[in-house]
Every structure is written in structure tokens, then in C-alpha cells.
């Protein structure tokens, strides 16, 4: 089973934690724009005041237990990750949801069953709602013990990346490049 704290400080380790500019001000990839109504927002407020402001937002532990609740209630707990078979599928999900949306990359998980569950013939077993229901949770166990870890996440970063690429939240596409800066420099070095 997965573990939503080793997900969630991956995802944190790729966001850049606080910008701002003329249309937005994002604290770790939660866009006041898209989230006005976020509670740390307030706080974040609060702390602009202090000449020590944004390296003081380091040091306040219940804005880190903010970001880390609207993390968990918005994205974990309706991928269900924490159900997952691998840790890294469990990580994956919650980052590709974090870049696009979460009944979206649920899509894309649900589409991944059908292919591999069905020989790579179009027969749909799991529905397809961007929901993850027992039916999907039971789909992707079974599709982990028929085929390898590699497989899985290779096609959910090929399929979920293609969603993203399509789907991308605008205050995210900065921190698209970056990730995609870090994996080709992870890949040329590799090679």
C-alpha cells in the first residue's frame, strides 16, 4: 500500500514553493486565483508585513499543515492513493492530478485498466466517470499483479502526460517546464 506521506513530500521536492506576479501569487502550486478561498492565504497575508517575508514562510507549521490538508482532502483522498499497490503510482498520480485535475487523471488510470485488463482490445471492464470507485481500485490490483510495476508507470506517464500536456492548469505550466528541465537532465545523465 502506498503511503500519502512519501507522496507528498516527493510532490513538495518538484514545487517551487511561493511566486508571485502581476496575474497570480502561488504558494506551493495552490493558485490564489484558482483558490482564493484557501485559509492560508490569510496567514500568507499576515506575513507580508515582515521584512523577512517569503523566507519566513518557511517557519510557520500550521501553513505547512494547511498546504498539506489541501493536498490530502483535494487530491489523495479522491485518487485514493493510498490504496494503490506501488508507492510510485501512488506518487505519479498525485503529481500528474496536481498539474491538470484529478477526475481527469482518474480518466486516464481507468483507460490504462481497460487497455491492459482486456489484451489491449477496446472491451471496457472499469467505466469510465473520473471517479475512483472499488470497480477502479479492484481494476488497477488486478492489472499491478498482471503486469509489471515498469509497465503501469510507464503508461501513466505516457497517457497522463498526454493529458496534462492538453489540460494544464495555466499556474502550473512554469513549473511543467521545470519538472520537464529535471527529467532531461536526469535522462542525459543516465545515458
Request: proline content about 4%; hydrophobic content about 40%.
Amino acid at each position: 500500500m502506498a503511503d500519502f506521506e512519501i507522496s507528498y513530500q516527493r510532490l513538495l521536492w518538484h514545487i517551487e514553493k511561493y511566486t508571485k506576479n502581476e496575474k497570480d501569487e502561488i504558494f506551493f502550486c495552490i493558485s490564489r486565483r484558482a483558490v482564493p478561498e484557501w485559509e492560508g492565504w490569510e496567514e500568507i497575508d499576515f506575513l507580508k508585513s515582515s521584512p523577512l517575508f517569503p523566507a519566513n514562510l518557511n517557519d510557520i507549521i500550521s501553513l505547512k499543515d494547511l498546504v498539506r490538508e489541501y493536498y490530502f482532502v483535494n487530491y489523495q483522498a479522491p485518487l485514493r492513493a493510498d490504496e494503490y499497490p506501488s508507492q510510485r503510482m501512488a506518487d505519479m498520480a498525485l503529481l500528474l492530478a496536481v498539474l491538470s485535475d484529478v477526475p481527469g487523471i482518474i480518466s486516464v488510470i481507468q483507460q490504462m485498466i481497460n487497455f491492459l485488463s482486456n489484451n489491449g482490445e477496446r472491451r471496457s471492464k472499469v467505466r469510465i466517470t473520473g471517479i475512483f470507485d472499488d470497480s477502479t481500485l479492484k481494476g488497477l490490483k488486478s492489472c499491478y499483479r498482471g503486469n509489471s510495476e515498469k509497465l503501469l508507470l510507464n503508461m501513466m506517464i505516457v497517457q497522463g502526460m498526454s493529458y496534462v500536456l492538453k489540460n494544464v492548469r495555466p499556474e502550473n505550466q512554469k513549473f511543467l517546464r521545470e519538472l520537464f528541465s529535471k527529467m532531461e537532465m536526469t535522462l542525459s545523465y543516465h545515458r
